[in-house]
């Protein structure tokens, strides 16, 4: 047994004993205990990466091993990690302890579902088997609906089922992209590696099989990455979750999407990516800007996150689909980035909501004076998300546009200008929120006499700003992570180069 | 192969393992019957009559002959045999369906206690053993048939008593229309299946599949009818739509035990047969085509109506009817293209398929045994009332929707990989799509269970020990068929075509 799967088999005995125990207080130190060891193995499997990966630089994944699975459909449960996925175990490890916190008094149902979901998540990021990645994927997706449904607000049975069945809808796709890539490249090998790899790094699949499955598998990523037009679910489905469930699929379900675009349908149908990006991308621009002007227009605390999410989730995609080194490293940086700035937002929205019981902008003012601590990490929180420098919005926003621009095409420059934009806008909303709800002075007699943050939501909220802070001031270590990771998938993809007459725009 | 009926030899009787264990059994089950229940003196009512323990003699046979069937390695029937000119034809792959069918018939066994323990069913319990493992023979029979002569004796022989299992509950309105409308519908669809067959020996002249493989092909217009109205008598058992018209209202007038059995055992042995002889004597290159081209149509029609008409539902028992004929969709998918992959993925698909959707009827079996309440709003707040009760359920539902880690996952992925490998990506497409509805209107019973409040909930019970076992059975099947990927490779190192 390799130790990758360590990350799979801590969420199942955290499952285990949350069945086992009986009393709040079992539940939390399960739930404590099996979150600082996925959090000190996501640690120690970052310190143990960079040593191996100064020891033999070349080889695509480390850490590989692969078991047959179901052998006559040459379904194997491959493991291994690169530089990206190790950032998104270190990301998502982060985001369940955080979680843990700030959702300290739910029952053990709540949790069971909860420590399922993580599970999904981080066999996805260690998976490199197509269908051990997508068994993973939908067994993240699934626990959402009795999450939303049984321990979220407002219309809950709404949202719930509309985000469940979107993103199923999103992996109906996927699945079926999933049989053309197989089946395109000879129906031999599941593993993503060694599809890549065939023909010494020629891709094997059919030129119309690639346009074919192509937008089908990239949609079916997609939707989960909030891609313009299928962005829908996520607004409602982020609006009506419980605060820790916010935290976990803004910060880290969105980037299974984005990773599983880049994984999956580029790196393994680079021609189609040269050829037929370009209407993503256009997507992509779509959801970056229209994303930040809607949260403009928000009153909601909920919805103004959400919104600003798909615009932010937009810039991942974005910066993948342009094809190169800088773009997709920032797009990498931005995953990181916006999982923890997102999931600080949730979780302080989550921790002001519980106590004003309302989410509405015009019903608060003047919360500074009432909880200080909460705002003063709101404006940090607020700042990271408009990209201030010395936190990680700025860094991964920067390389994403410094990337962008490389592309010296009018077709990308304008698309380019058009999202950058979106950064202009996001500094009008975050401020105009700011200034409404927590300056100026309070008025209404219940919020005054409101309490601020308990010990353990100051635990998960410094927690946050730290790795924020750290990121933004000191990016380079785990740029040069992500770089290595990126490098292989980008020049597989360069290889080839697009068809121009495929896009009209060009 | 020596056709002539001078080589009849009755050692030949003992190539047929399986269908002579299973005829001990019923035959066993008939006499024990005979002698352990007794008809009540005079004075005496029924209920203060000691239970006769025919149910503990039937589940222990049959388990008898489920455990030493299991398995083709076990029972030693791996070889592929023929007998009796050709008539009875055996392979390993038919030893796993059977079993499959048996573990289904168990399950059905034992969640059927509580409702066979009723004041009215009492009697009647014998008959119902009986009853149903003829039908059991009948769809072996069917299995193994290597000629239509059989095949149609099997099938008639499995569809005959059915009748008389829907219609068990006589004092009860619905479930006597429900035998009436399966008994005419079976009728209407025998009489087409065998219009068929007649009009396929007037083409050829012969009924030996391994015959009709050669002699028959699409070039006559005969030949086509043939092949059509065959289809047609098929669909009919499986419930493809357009032929599904009888199901909902069977489904909803059986006994909830009766339906868990109709749409699990019944279904699956037709659409696994329908495989056998659309490959077997349809196989030539130009009919395949014809038959791909019919099941095409029919597999997105019938998950499309199907969905669309389930999500309608409120009675849980029409609601899983059209749930099974959508299924029996994706089970068909199974038959595109006539592949090994595609046999190999029916057989994992109906063996998942037994687990979740028996699991599913074994709680509503048992709430409405407990509580009468067979509606879905019914259903409301039943997680706090009955927590492992709607635990069991939502694992099932959300096998049979296709959610991982659960079984259900598995078998829709392999079955759709199949249809794709053998050309169909499209239509495995619109299925994708489908299975997207299909989680919408499994959702709704989740959510009613998990989400909505009810101001009279279903009361708090303890189940019935047979339920307990069978939903053992189903939940262990549920979780462990899939993640074990050794199910898949044993079928699939079975399967020849």
Same mark, same amino acid.
């Not at chain 1, 369940?96 to 916190?101: E, L, P």
């Not at chain 1, 007459?501 to 060009?506: G, H, Q, Y």
């Not at chain 2, 006769?52 to 503990?56: D, G, K, Q, R, V």
């Given at each position: 047994?390799?130790?990758?799967s360590?990350?799979?088999?801590?969420?199942?005995?955290?499952?285990?004993?949350?069945?086992?125990?009986?009393?709040?207080?079992?539940?939390?130190?399960?739930?404590?205990?099996?979150?600082?060891?996925?959090?000190?193995?996501?640690?120690?499997?970052?310190?143990l990466?960079?040593?191996?990966r100064?020891?033999?630089?070349?080889?695509?994944?480390?850490?590989?091993?692969?078991?047959?699975?179901?052998?006559?459909l040459?379904?194997?449960?491959?493991?291994?990690v690169?530089?990206?996925?190790?950032?998104?175990?270190?990301?998502?490890s982060i985001i369940?302890?955080?979680?843990?916190?700030v959702?300290?008094?739910?029952?053990?149902e709540?949790?069971?579902w909860?420590?399922?979901?993580s599970?999904?998540?981080f066999?996805?990021? %260690?998976?490199?088997?197509?269908?051990?990645?997508?068994m993973?994927?939908?067994?993240?997706?699934? +626990?959402?609906y009795?999450?939303?449904?049984?321990?979220?607000?407002? +219309?809950?049975?709404?949202?719930?089922?509309?985000?469940?069945?979107?993103?199923?809808?999103?992996?109906? &796709?996927?699945?079926? @992209?999933?049989?053309?890539? &197989?089946?395109?490249?000879?129906?031999?090998?599941?593993?993503? %590696?060694?599809i890549?790899?065939?023909?010494?790094?020629?891709?094997?699949?059919?030129?119309?099989q690639?346009?074919?499955?192509?937008?089908?598998?990239?949609?079916?990523?997609?939707?989960?990455?909030?891609? &313009? +037009?299928?962005h829908?679910?996520?607004?409602?489905?982020?609006?009506?979750?419980?605060?820790?469930?916010?935290m976990?699929?803004?910060?880290?379900?969105?980037?299974?999407?984005?990773?599983?675009?880049?994984?999956?349908?580029?790196?393994?149908? +680079?021609?189609?990516?040269?050829?037929?990006?370009?209407?993503?991308?256009?997507?992509?621009?779509?959801?970056?800007?229209?994303?930040?002007?809607?949260?403009?227009?928000?009153?909601?605390?909920?919805?103004?996150?959400?919104?600003?999410s798909?615009?932010?989730?937009?810039?991942?995609?974005?910066?993948?689909?342009?094809i190169?080194?800088?773009?997709?490293?920032?797009?990498?940086?931005?995953?990181?980035?916006?999982?923890?700035?997102?999931?600080?937002?949730?979780?302080?929205?989550?921790?002001?909501?519980?106590?004003?019981?309302?989410?509405?902008i015009?019903?608060?003012?003047?919360?500074?004076?009432?909880?200080?601590?909460?705002?003063?990490?709101?404006?940090?929180? @607020?700042l990271?998300?408009?990209?201030?420098?010395?936190?990680?919005?700025?860094?991964?926003?920067?390389?994403?546009?410094v990337?962008?621009f490389?592309?010296?095409?009018?077709f990308?420059?304008?698309?380019?200008?058009a999202?950058?934009?979106?950064?202009?806008?996001?500094?009008?909303?975050?401020?105009?929120?700011?200034?409404? %709800?927590?300056?100026?002075?309070?008025?209404?007699?219940?919020?005054?006499?409101?309490?601020?943050?308990?010990?353990?939501?100051?635990?998960?909220?410094?927690?946050? %700003?730290?790795?924020i802070a750290?990121?933004?001031?000191?990016?380079?270590w785990?740029?040069?992570?992500?770089?290595?990771?990126?490098?292989p998938?980008?020049?597989?993809?360069t290889?080839?180069?697009?068809?121009a007459?495929?896009?009209?725009?060009? | 192969m020596?056709?002539?009926?001078?080589?009849?030899?009755y050692?030949?009787?003992?190539?047929?393992?399986?269908?002579?264990?299973?005829?001990?059994?019923?035959?066993?089950?008939?006499?024990?019957?005979l002698?352990?229940?007794?008809?009540?003196?005079?004075?005496?009512?029924?209920?203060a009559?000691?239970k006769?323990?025919?149910?503990?003699v039937t589940?222990?046979?049959?388990?008898?002959?489920?455990?030493?069937?299991?398995?083709?390695?076990?029972?030693?029937?791996?070889?592929?045999?023929?007998?009796?000119?050709?008539?009875?034809?055996?392979?390993?792959?038919m030893?796993?369906?059977?079993?499959?069918?048996?573990?289904?018939?168990?399950?059905?066994?034992?969640?059927?206690?509580?409702?066979?323990?009723?004041?009215?069913?009492?009697?009647?319990? *014998?008959?119902?053993?009986?009853?149903?493992?003829?039908t059991?023979?009948?769809?072996?029979?069917?299995?193994?048939? *290597?000629h239509?002569?059989?095949?149609?004796?099997?099938?008639?022989?499995?569809?005959?008593?059915?009748?008389?299992?829907?219609?068990?509950?006589?004092?009860?309105?619905?479930?006597?229309?429900?035998?009436?409308?399966?008994?005419?519908?079976?009728?209407?669809?025998?009489g087409?299946l065998?219009?068929?067959?007649?009009?396929?020996?007037?083409?050829?002249?012969?009924?030996?599949?391994?015959?009709?493989?050669?002699?028959?092909?699409?070039?006559?217009?005969i030949?086509?009818?043939?092949?059509?109205?065959?289809?047609?008598?098929?669909?009919?058992?499986?419930?493809?739509?357009?032929?599904?018209l009888?199901?909902?209202?069977?489904?909803?007038?059986?006994?909830?035990?009766?339906?868990?059995?109709?749409?699990?055992?019944?279904?699956?042995?037709?659409?696994?047969?329908?495989?056998?002889?659309?490959?077997?004597a349809?196989?030539?290159?130009?009919?395949?085509?014809?038959?791909?081209?019919?099941?095409?149509?029919?597999?997105i029609?019938?998950?499309?109506?199907?969905?669309?008409?389930?999500?309608?539902?409120?009675?849980?028992?029409?609601?899983?009817?059209?749930?099974a004929?959508?299924?029996?969709?994706?089970?068909?998918? *199974?038959?595109? *293209?006539?592949?090994?992959q595609?046999?190999?993925a029916?057989?994992?698909?109906?063996?998942?398929?037994?687990a979740?959707?028996?699991?599913?009827?074994?709680?509503?079996?048992?709430?409405?045994?407990?509580?009468g309440?067979?509606?879905?709003?019914?259903?409301d707040?039943l997680?706090?009332?009955n927590?492992k009760?709607?635990?069991?359920m939502?694992?099932?539902?959300?096998?049979?929707?296709?959610?991982p880690?659960?079984?259900?996952?598995?078998?829709?992925?392999? =079955?759709?990989m199949?249809?794709?490998?053998?050309?169909?990506?499209?239509?495995?497409? =619109?299925?994708?799509?489908? #299975?997207?509805?299909?989680?919408?209107?499994?959702?709704?019973?989740?959510?009613?269970?998990?989400?909505?409040?009810?101001?009279?909930?279903?009361?708090?019970?303890?189940?019935?020990?047979?339920?307990?076992?069978?939903?053992?059975?189903? #939940?262990?099947?549920?979780?462990?068929?899939? =993640?074990?990927?050794v199910?898949?490779?044993?079928?699939?190192?079975?399967?020849?075509?």
């Open positions: 047994m390799n130790f990758l360590i990350f799979v088999l801590i969420p199942l005995l955290m499952l285990l004993g949350l069945w086992l125990v009986k009393d709040q207080k079992g539940i939390r130190s399960v739930m404590v205990i099996g979150s600082t060891g996925l959090l000190i193995l996501s640690v120690a499997l970052t310190v990466f960079l040593q191996e100064a020891v033999d630089p070349t080889s695509p994944m480390l850490f590989t091993a692969s078991f047959d699975w179901i052998a006559p040459h379904i194997k449960y491959s493991v291994g690169d530089g990206i996925s190790v950032a998104m175990l270190l990301l998502s369940v302890f955080t979680g843990t916190f959702s300290w008094n739910m029952n053990k709540y949790f069971l909860f420590t399922l979901l599970a999904g998540v066999g996805f990021f %260690i998976s490199i088997d197509m269908f051990a990645m997508f993973f994927y939908e067994v993240a997706l699934i +626990p959402m009795l999450l939303i449904g049984v321990w979220g607000t407002g +219309p809950k049975e709404y949202a719930a089922m509309k985000l469940t069945l979107m993103l199923m809808g999103g992996s109906a &796709f996927l699945m079926c @992209g999933i049989f053309g890539i &197989f089946y395109g490249a000879g129906g031999q090998t599941m593993n993503i %590696i060694d890549a790899n065939q023909l010494n790094g020629a891709h094997v699949i059919d030129l119309a690639q346009h074919i499955w192509f937008p089908l598998t990239f949609a079916g990523f997609g939707v989960l990455g909030a891609l &313009f +037009p299928f829908t679910w996520s607004p409602d489905g982020h609006a009506s979750a419980p605060t820790a469930v916010s976990l699929h803004a910060g880290v379900l969105m980037k299974l999407g984005g990773y599983g675009c880049f994984r999956i349908a580029m790196y393994l149908m +680079p021609q189609a990516a040269q050829d037929l990006g370009w209407i993503f991308l256009i997507l992509t621009g779509i959801s970056v800007v229209y994303g930040a002007f809607s949260a403009c227009v928000q009153t909601d605390l909920k919805y103004i996150n959400a919104y600003s798909v615009s932010h989730c937009g810039l991942v995609l974005f910066g993948i689909l342009m190169n080194q800088v773009a997709a490293t920032g797009a990498v940086l931005q995953m990181l980035s916006h999982g923890l700035t997102t999931a600080l937002f949730f979780a302080l929205i989550g921790m002001i909501y519980g106590r004003t019981h309302t989410r509405d015009r019903e608060m003012t003047g919360l500074m004076r009432i909880m200080p601590f909460l705002s003063v990490c709101y404006v940090i929180a @607020g990271a998300n408009l990209g201030l420098p010395g936190f990680s919005g700025f860094v991964a926003e920067m390389t994403i546009f990337g962008s490389a592309q010296a095409d009018t990308h420059r304008v698309l380019t200008i999202a950058c934009t979106s950064i202009v806008v996001t500094a009008v909303y975050i401020l105009r929120l700011v200034g409404k %709800i927590l300056y100026g002075v309070c008025t209404d007699e219940h919020h005054l006499k409101l309490s601020d943050a308990t010990w353990e939501e100051r635990f998960a909220v410094i927690c946050l %700003i730290f790795c750290g990121l933004g001031t000191a990016p380079f785990i740029s040069n992570l992500i770089d290595g990771g990126v490098a998938i980008i020049s597989n993809i290889k080839f180069t697009a068809d007459s495929l896009n009209p725009f060009m | 020596d056709y002539s009926l001078s080589s009849l030899d050692s030949q009787f003992l190539n047929m393992r399986e269908e002579l264990s299973l005829m001990l059994v019923i035959l066993l089950v008939f006499v024990a019957d002698f352990l229940c007794k008809e009540p003196k005079d004075g005496e009512s029924l209920s009559q000691k006769s323990p025919i149910a503990w589940l222990t046979l049959f388990t008898v002959h489920t455990l030493i069937n299991l398995l083709p390695c076990l029972n030693g029937s791996m070889d592929t045999i023929s007998a009796f000119g050709g008539m009875y034809q055996h392979t390993a792959m030893t796993v369906v059977k079993s499959v069918l048996n573990v289904g018939t168990l399950v059905v066994f034992l969640m059927a206690g509580g409702w066979l323990n009723r004041e009215e069913n009492r009697v009647k319990r *014998g008959e119902f053993y009986t009853i149903t493992l003829f059991l023979l009948g769809m072996y029979f069917m299995i193994s048939s *290597g239509f002569l059989m095949f149609f004796i099997g099938l008639e022989m499995a569809s005959v008593p059915m009748a008389a299992l829907v219609a068990f509950d006589k004092y009860r309105y619905e479930s006597a229309e429900a035998g009436a409308k399966f008994v005419l519908l079976a009728i209407f669809s025998s087409l065998l219009y068929g067959i007649s009009l396929i020996y007037g083409a050829t002249g012969t009924l030996y599949f391994e015959r009709l493989r050669l002699a028959f092909s699409a070039d006559s217009l030949n086509l009818i043939g092949l059509t109205f065959f289809l047609t008598g098929m669909g009919f058992k499986i419930s493809l739509v357009p032929f599904h009888w199901t909902a209202d069977t489904y909803q007038g059986a006994p909830t035990v009766v339906t868990s059995y109709l749409s699990v055992i019944s279904k699956g042995s037709a659409a696994f047969v329908l495989f056998t002889v659309l490959v077997k349809f196989g030539a290159d130009d009919l395949a085509v014809e038959w791909n081209r019919a099941l095409f149509w029919i597999i029609v019938t998950i499309t109506v199907a969905n669309l008409f389930a999500i309608q539902q409120q009675n849980l028992k029409r609601f899983m009817a059209f749930s004929i959508s299924q029996a969709g994706y089970l068909v998918l *199974g038959i595109m *293209g006539g592949t090994a595609g046999q190999t029916l057989v994992y698909y109906l063996l998942v398929y037994m979740a959707n028996l699991g599913a009827f074994a709680v509503i079996n048992v709430i409405e045994q407990q509580s309440k067979i509606r879905i709003d019914d259903y707040g997680y706090n009332t927590p009760l709607s635990f069991l939502t694992l099932c539902l959300f096998s049979l929707a296709g959610i880690p659960f079984a259900g996952m598995f078998s829709k992925f392999f =079955i759709f199949a249809a794709f490998n053998a050309g169909y990506p499209w239509l495995v497409l =619109i299925a994708l799509i489908n #299975t997207v509805l299909s989680l919408y209107y499994y959702l709704l019973i989740v959510k009613a269970m998990y989400i909505k409040t009810n101001a009279s909930p279903i009361a708090t019970f303890r189940s019935d020990n047979g339920t307990r076992a069978a939903l053992v059975i189903c #939940t262990l099947g549920v979780v462990l068929f899939g =993640i074990m990927g199910c898949y490779s044993y079928i699939d190192s079975l399967s020849i075509l």
